[in-house]
DNA sequence: GCACTTTACGTAAACGTTTACAACACCCTA
DNA sequence: TAGGGTGTTGTAAACGTTTACGTAAAGTGC
């Protein structure tokens, strides 16, 4: 039988309050010379809590739920990095929950399983729920907070890059570069895509711009590699691409068919991850600091006041031609 | 308050030990109606089962704790995934725990977490525990399986691809493609690293090569970069990488100083993620099953008998040259 | 109509902690 | 010496479930 408090008491001749208060360090409620007696037995024992009797009399866990998407993108292990350094910080422990691909059956059996486990804290990363998981969640009394996600609404906790700032940016840089047939390629239909068009058309709008190019997707390399295609007959000079993987794709699919980059055609992805690296050229992006997103959601579910929006820097590599005009 | 079956029992007239039966389906020990009436008040009240009281009283939670290296390697969420879905088939949720980075004090903290919270099995990935907590996971009762790693000690879990037959494959392939001056690089110097090295060793022997290359390394792609510039002054005409990242620094050092790949240099990678497929050229790589490893680990841990190490194959893609005899 | 089984449900203990409250010893101060 | 404060400990209830055991009612076979 593993020991129990009980055991120690026994062991040790205090009552069990005491040793509780020991171990779980209300200081100042008993004397040095108990306190030594009791942790050595407890070692002597091989001793450990039970965290579910300790959980089900404070009846809050120590715990934040971390929901993903089955997809893992190639930047969520550093939002989890940021989520997991952050929390170990503040002592939290992290599950994780995984909710399919925009599956709301399982999104929705995720939810539930942190509610019943009454985590202190509930991260939604990169995941937009239904009216009612999103009514689910408000009424549970547990804090949540949607990470790389901005659902522009009152009262609701994120922290997200500023998606309208990320193409806006973009927008200036390959302006300043000397571009005005600028597309934008693989953005989704959602919240995000939403907002990324929205500051891709006010970027353009700002210099004078008015022809938009925009084609969907979904984030990934294949995706890329097919838009290429939609590319083809246009006559844009520089692409946005919603992540490093649509960048990649659209990258080698224009290699394989004669088009170089950045002599005909120049990219700036979105993300910055290492795949910018790896790639020939190398890909010039608009950085998310995704570390500083995950910790940061910590900090917002554990309600500390910490900004809503993580500031994106954009890094100069190879793929982004400069035109005389 | 959130609501309990004491409130249900309350509500529908029966005591909460009908409530219990028929929320967690002992069928057979209770009737269609009052689990009708039941399941409807429970609906009502918006009842949600409390995890730490069930866990209490069973004294097992239906959870597999994985601990992983803080540095995410390119593989681990292909890996989670696997563990990810299998557990959800078996009804188990996954916590994931991370150990740093061979840091002996945070794995610790790790293993002591997971034991707490009496979790049904524990999943170590790419990770090696020293003496004392693989002595302390041996005394806890609590099944552990290494996962993508193999220490090759009797009566303990671990499901991994076999490293030796990784490395000796490649060989053979090179061979066959005509190489005969074969390196290593990027391996590390424990039991992963070792047994790679052993196949090397054994593949080159079992063709009459006789002349070993070995360098070592930490799988990331700046590892690989700098390990370029050591085979400078070598003359070998293929190398096999201990990972992707490793191929792909070495791909971008080599084409920066105007070494061709595969017409002066040839590559095989050992993974296989989509990294194979960014590059240019596509690396030929010897591809681990990471989420097959991932969803028998979880089969392992679990109980049932299922194969300690998973296939790999070779998938060709462009970075070896077929070279004349 | 009897003995026996089955079905459906209730009673109460148990799981391992935390913590409000009480109790006691001791010391200090007026 | 009374009164109060402080430091240390014990008692016991509480957290929300599960489940062994008991029991009453209903069903079965003869």
Redesign the pocket.
């Known amino acids: 039988?593993?020991?129990?408090?009980?055991d120690?008491?026994a062991r040790s001749?205090?009552?069990?309050?005491?040793?509780?208060?020991?171990?779980?360090q209300?200081t100042?409620?008993?004397?040095?010379?108990?306190?030594a007696k009791i942790l050595r037995i407890a070692k002597e024992l091989g001793?450990?809590?039970?965290t579910?009797?300790?959980e089900?009399?404070?009846?809050r866990s120590a715990v934040i739920a971390v929901i993903l998407n089955a997809t893992p993108t190639n930047f969520s292990t550093e939002v989890i990095d940021g989520i997991q350094k952050r929390a170990g910080e503040l002592g939290q422990g992290v599950i994780i929950l995984y909710a399919g691909n925009r599956d709301d059956q399982m999104l929705h059996q995720a939810i539930v399983t942190a509610l019943e486990r009454s985590v202190s804290g509930i991260l939604l990363t990169a995941i937009e729920p239904d009216d009612a998981d999103l009514t689910l969640l408000k009424n549970s009394g547990i804090p949540f907070c949607f990470v790389s996600l901005y659902l522009n609404q009152p009262k609701i906790l994120s922290v997200s890059s500023n998606n309208e700032s990320i193409t806006s940016q973009a927008v200036d840089y390959l302006v300043e570069q000397g571009h005005t047939a600028i597309a934008l390629a693989g953005i989704d239909g959602y919240h995000t895509g939403t907002q990324r068009i929205a500051g891709y058309e006010a970027g353009m709008k700002a210099h004078g711009l008015t022809t938009s190019c925009i084609k969907y997707g979904d984030y990934s390399y294949e995706s890329g590699r097919k838009l290429l295609q939609e590319f083809l007959p246009l006559k844009v000079t520089a692409i946005i691409t919603a992540s490093d993987m649509i960048a990649a794709g659209i990258l080698n699919a224009a290699q394989e068919v004669g088009i170089r980059v950045p002599e005909d055609l120049s990219l700036v992805s979105i993300d910055g991850t290492i795949i910018c690296n790896i790639t020939t050229p190398g890909l010039t992006s608009v950085t998310q600091d995704f570390y500083r997103i995950g910790s940061r959601s910590v900090d917002q579910v554990m309600g500390h006041d910490v900004e809503t929006f993580v500031p994106v820097r954009i890094d100069k590599r190879g793929s982004v031609k400069h035109l005389k005009k």
Do not use: C, D, F, W
């Open positions: 039988m593993k020991p129990t408090i009980k120690i008491a001749g205090v009552s069990i309050a005491t040793v509780s208060r020991v171990l779980s209300k100042g409620t008993y004397s040095e010379k108990t306190q001793y450990r809590k039970n579910a009797a300790v089900l009399v404070k009846k």
